[in-house]
């Protein structure tokens, strides 16, 4: 119930004003009154009316009731929200049809007051109260400990409640998986802590006092020993001594630097791998409310802050703090009146740097901010580079940038303003103490104390070393205040809970592909409905076109049957199977997406393919980007299927891009196909192509179809309009266009539209056929001739020695007789030709210009072939993949953003230049890499592990 939601000092008025009638089913709050004043308002569900109550001051200390309403639900009908641009009102209807308005409140009361909605409801229907279905998800929106409301739906993180300490210490837990080693570098800690503090009392009042002045105690002590040394050979084993110590120094200082170079980036690799995962869990309505910039500084830049604090501060902040307890115990020894003198300002400075820390908690946290938000502008301007010098917007951008380098700078200063003051404590606390010593420390030896000259030495050293430390623990608290700031930063993410999260009890289907939406409705943001009472039902192996204006809901609602997002109300179910009710595997794995926004990302045109099925056949990958009408331009890739194609597929074209999306989903063999403008930004050719591909793709699975041109849903089963996030009309082509209303006058748009241009018959031609007969249609287009041409079976004509005949021709190429057909001079690639060479040989006719043509046929398996037609083969695929194999690199010199290379190869030496910082040099598979030179030549290095040390090490650098 919303029992939970009511402070206990208002349910303490409550049962004080009417204790007698304390005794409603349920409570809902609102947070304003009928004057507009934030001030509690609450709703009381009793047995027979609706009481409300409006109360003076705040819901923590209520004061008194001001006004109570009463509803008797015998005069209640409909009870429900109106959304305002702040916040709602609560009304109901009156049997005389007056609507009358309850409440209004904040947004933030908005889901309770939603759900209070559908409880007034059940007592209207003469119900018992329970708590309704509405197809949200319980979560935590405050936080236990404070009660603080939390910042963000769907993440349980309070920024009030954050403890420093507690980040430090979660992030000292990810030292438990290297406990033996830092065991090892508390060790070489302990002992470098020990040399430090003894080489002040060898150097200073042994060497002085006994060495130097023959102190007869000293003598009287060695000969004790059994060690009566003159004073030159004392002085010997002495310097013998120091060296010794400052040698195992030196030792457990590079035991410790190694320990610490070992464990450090291997916690930071774990923290950023994390956070990494955290956002790959996280629903896509976080991604939505983030700039990338911000993001990449989160999973980078903040990874960055606590790897230096814990290199280069946390071993050597033990190391110090060691050095320091362990000097003060000296000097107290040795004189408690100078050492009391040397360390009386530490507490204070200790209390003042606690004072301090917050102040720089909070600059590093602005300074964070500052940082994100330049980020964000340099990502923008990168992406947007070629729309920003288009418009001639990049003077625009320049001022954007200063603005937030100017927001940047100013939280700098602010940072080290703070510094500056931390320095000059510091520097205050080692000058002022040295200067005391010298003064009672020669008052004391010209008094005839026992205080000797050579303890003032050993004293002064000791306080020398103070200062070190000091100065180092200035900078940790900065450093800690940073690394900390940053940690938090770290864990908001790694703590956030995904909004869209898998059941525990959910189930897996064997999906058939039928779609029942009742009464959804669902907004991004409180008080913001995107899509309203949306009711429609698709039937297995029906295709839905989906229609209306740009912002209607379209993508909206197939990301919602896809569990992208999850409804506000109402369900969306598959198979009678509520979507949140379905786990992911079976939900996501059997629904596929084609939309003009194409991912493709940096790797190999198979691996973009292969994308839901990493381990796909190569057979598979093929088949699919036939079906696709991609092979045709992927074999003249230069690597084809394993061309690595870079961050979003800029080496590619849009309509090339968009035959791969299509491709992926081929070869997920899908249930539902979501179709969301899948020929938008390609060309007429192009898209005809796309739409014969898309036929084969529809044919027996659940399509969703969005489209703006109409002439692509003309076949669909059932179609239905969206206009102001509601359902305005359905039916099919015929039944939408006899009624007349929104779909028809699009329709007449763009008729009319295409009839402008010249397209009115070709429009008329292709809006007439069905998909089936499209598909016939187009066949004879140049764009389709490869992928359809002679279909046998597999929809590619397969070459084999008993159809296939390879002869070398007169000039040095090869020819080939097939089905019939003689073809002169034809060209041969590989599909695979570093994953699979001898499979998958595209032989294809030779245009004119030399380029390679249509495809005649694919041989499967090169070794099927005899020897000699094999010989001929290879031949021809030699001259097209020249590749000489690095065998030894003599000399790889760096200048100015290009590497000269000389190296031995298989084919003789080669001198070459390579660009760096381009991808020049990228994994072709295991230990296997090419390179490839300003002029496009092309070298494989067949196994890193042929090379030398040094050769690796060169190899480091680019690869």
């Known amino acids: 119930m919303l029992k939970t939601t009511i402070p206990e000092a208002l349910l303490a008025t409550l049962a004080a004003d009417d204790p007698a009638r304390h005794d409603p089913r349920c409570f809902a709050l609102a947070d304003i009154d009928r004057d507009g004043i934030y001030r509690p308002v609450l709703l009381l569900l009793g047995p027979d009316e609706l009481r409300v109550l409006q109360y003076e001051g705040t819901e923590e200390e209520p004061g008194r009731v001001t006004r109570e309403d009463r509803h008797p639900y015998t005069e209640m009908r409909q009870p ?24 209004r409140f904040s947004g933030s009361r908005m889901r309770d007051m939603r759900r209070f909605a559908a409880l007034v409801q059940q007592r209207i229907d003469g119900e018992e109260p329970h708590e309704p279905d509405l197809g949200e998800t319980a979560e935590v929106t405050h936080c236990p400990e404070c009660g603080r409301r939390y910042p963000e739906q769907g993440r349980s993180f309070c920024p009030h409640c954050t403890k420093k300490v507690s980040v430090f210490w979660r992030l000292l837990q990810e030292f438990i998986a290297y406990r033996g080693r830092v065991a090892l570098l508390l060790l070489a800690i302990a002992l470098s802590g020990l040399f430090n503090a003894t080489l002040p009392y060898l150097s200073g009042k042994v060497l002085y006092d006994a060495v130097l002045r023959q102190s007869p105690e000293w003598a009287g002590r060695l000969e004790s020993w059994g060690l009566a040394l003159k004073a030159p050979l004392l002085l010997g084993w002495l310097i013998v001594l120091l060296f010794v110590l400052r040698l195992g120094q ?23 791998a994390r956070v990494f995962s955290a956002l790959q869990r996280l629903s896509i309505s976080f991604f939505t409310s983030k700039q990338t910039g911000s993001l990449m500084n989160r999973v980078n830049g903040d990874t960055e802050d606590i790897s230096r604090f814990f290199i280069d501060i946390l071993p050597y902040l033990i190391f110090n703090a060691l050095t320091l307890l362990a000097t003060a115990v000296i000097m107290l020894r040795m004189n408690l009146l100078l050492g009391i003198v040397s360390l009386c300002l530490l507490p204070p400075l200790v209390v003042v740097s606690f004072l301090l820390i917050p102040r720089i908690w909070r600059g590093f946290g602005r300074r964070a901010q500052a940082r994100r938000r330049a980020y964000s ?28 380098s100017g927001r940047l700078q100013n939280a700098q200063l602010v940072l080290m303003q703070n510094f500056i003051l931390f320095d000059a404590l ?13 003064v009672i420390g020669a008052v004391l030896i010209l008094g005839g104390d026992q205080f000797s000259y050579g303890e003032l030495m050993t004293f002064t050293g000791y306080l020398a070393m103070l200062q070190g430390p000091l100065r180092f623990i200035a900078a940790a608290f900065q450093m800690w205040s940073q690394a900390m700031n940053a940690g938090q930063r770290m864990f908001e993410i790694i703590d956030a809970r995904p909004t869209i999260v898998e059941r525990e009890d959910a189930v897996s289907i064997d999906m058939k592909g039928a779609i029942r939406i009742d009464n959804m409705s669902f907004a991004y943001e409180i008080n913001r409905p995107v899509l309203r009472d949306i009711s429609f039902e698709v039937k297995p192996g029906e295709m839905l076109g989906i229609v209306g204006r740009s912002g209607a809901g379209k993508s909206t609602l197939v990301n919602l049957i896809t569990r992208l997002y999850d409804v506000e109300s109402g369900r969306i179910q598959i198979d009678g199977h509520d979507v949140r009710d ?49 092979h045709r331009f992927i074999c003249r890739l230069p690597d084809g299927y394993d061309t690595v194609i870079g961050t979003g597929g800029r080496r590619l074209s849009g309509g090339e891009r968009q035959r791969l999306s299509i491709a992926r989903a081929v070869l997920s063999d899908p249930c539902i196909l979501v179709l969301d403008e899948a020929t938008a930004s390609v060309d007429t050719e192009t898209e005809q192509a796309i739409q014969a591909s898309l036929a084969r793709l529809t044919r027996g699975r659940t399509t969703l179809s969005i489209a703006h041109r109409l002439s692509t849903l003309r076949g669909a089963d059932h179609i239905i309009v969206l206009d102001g996030g509601r359902l305005t009309e359905q039916g099919t082509h015929d039944e939408l266009m006899a009624q007349d209303g929104t779909y028809a006058r699009l329709a007449r748009i763009q008729t009319d539209a295409l009839a402008m241009r010249g397209s009115e018959e070709e429009t008329e031609m292709t809006d007439n056929l069905q998909p089936e007969e499209l598909q016939k249609e187009l066949q004879g287009s140049a764009a389709l ?22 002869t070398a021709s007169p000039g040095g190429f090869v020819d080939l007789e097939h089905d019939g057909h003689s073809y002169r001079r034809v060209a041969i690639h590989r599909c695979f030709p570093f994953s699979a060479p001898e499979l998958y040989i595209s032989v294809r006719e030779a245009e004119p210009t030399g380029e390679a043509g249509r495809e005649i046929g694919l041989i499967e398996t090169l070794s099927d072939f005899p020897a000699d037609v094999r010989a001929l083969i290879d031949a021809q695929l030699e001259l097209r993949y020249f590749q000489p194999v690095i065998q030894r690199i003599r000399r790889i010199k760096e200048e100015y953003g290009y590497s000269y290379w000389e190296t031995e190869t298989s084919r003789g030496p080669a001198k070459f230049t390579v660009r760096n910082g381009s991808g ?27 090379f030398s040390s040094r050769e690796q090490k060169l190899l480091d650098l680019y690869i």
Do not use: K
């Open 785 to 806: 001739e490869d992928a359809i041409g002679s279909v046998r079976g597999s929809g590619r004509i397969r070459l084999t020695p008993a159809n296939a005949r390879f």
């Open 426 to 438: 510091y520097a205050v606390a080692e000058q002022l103490p040295l200067l005391i010593v010298w």
């Open 80 to 103: 429900r929200l109106i959304n305002q641009v702040v916040g709602g009102l609560f009304v109901f209807d009156r049997p005389d049809d007056e609507t009358v308005w309850v409440c």
């Open 377 to 404: 502008v340099l990502t923008d301007s990168f992406s947007g580079a070629r729309v920003v010098r288009a418009f001639g917007q990049a003077e625009r951008d320049d001022r954007r940038f200063a603005r937030a």
């Open 920 to 946: 020049q040099v990228f994994s072709i598979g295991e230990r296997r890499y090419l390179v490839v030179d300003i002029d496009g030549n092309r070298y494989e290095i067949a196994d890193t592990r042929n």
């Open 582 to 630: 379905l786990d992911f595997a079976s939900l996501r794995g059997q629904v596929a997406m084609v939309s003009q926004e194409t991912y493709i990302f940096m790797g190999t045109v198979a691996a973009n393919i292969a994308y839901g099925r990493p381990d796909a056949p190569w057979s598979d990958i093929v088949e699919a980007a036939v079906a696709a009408d991609a």
């Open 250 to 272: 030196q030792l457990t200082g590079i035991l410790h630097g190694r320990m610490t170079g070992y464990i450090v980036p291997g916690i930071i690799a774990s923290l950023r």
